[in-house]
Nanobody, 118 residues
Framework: QVQLVESGGGLVQPGGSLRLSCAASGRERFNIGIMAWYRQAPGKDRELVARIVPRATTMYADSVKGRFTASRDIAKGTAYLQMNSLKPEDTAVYYC???????????WGQGTHVTVSS
């Protein structure tokens, strides 16, 4: 089992920055391969924001390229999403995702709200 807990969301003005964190815990946390960030805006489908693959280039959605940076500290079991130059259209609930290497089991966090508004 893996538990994922996101933090760092909140209200920010357009052009501002936020840093989201995703802390992984549980017996299988050392079995995590891929970690990713998704978001879901009101009335819209959940969409992939960034995917961190071991020993590969991190993938970003076109809408966040150049503004968001995803990273992972394996020793701490934590993933991060640095969000700069935020826009109102970035308003959404942001979810952390992890998939284990052995068994390929997927886990989701509970989500953290990000609101970009003046």
């Amino acid at each position: 089992q893996v538990q994922l807990v996101e933090s760092g969301g909140g209200l920010v003005q357009p052009g501002g920055s936020l840093r989201l964190s995703c802390a992984a815990s549980g017996r299988e946390r050392f079995n995590i391969g891929i970690m990713a960030w998704y978001r879901q805006a009101p009335g819209k489908d959940r969409e992939l924001v960034a995917r961190i693959v071991p020993r590969a280039t991190t993938m970003y959605a076109d809408s966040v390229k150049g503004r968001f940076t995803a990273s992972r500290d394996i020793a701490k079991g934590t993933a991060y999403l640095q969000m700069n130059s935020l826009k109102p259209e970035d308003t959404a609930v942001y979810y952390c995702y992890a998939k284990t290497v052995i068994g390929t089991v997927a886990y989701w966090g509970q989500g953290t709200h990000v609101t970009v508004s003046s």
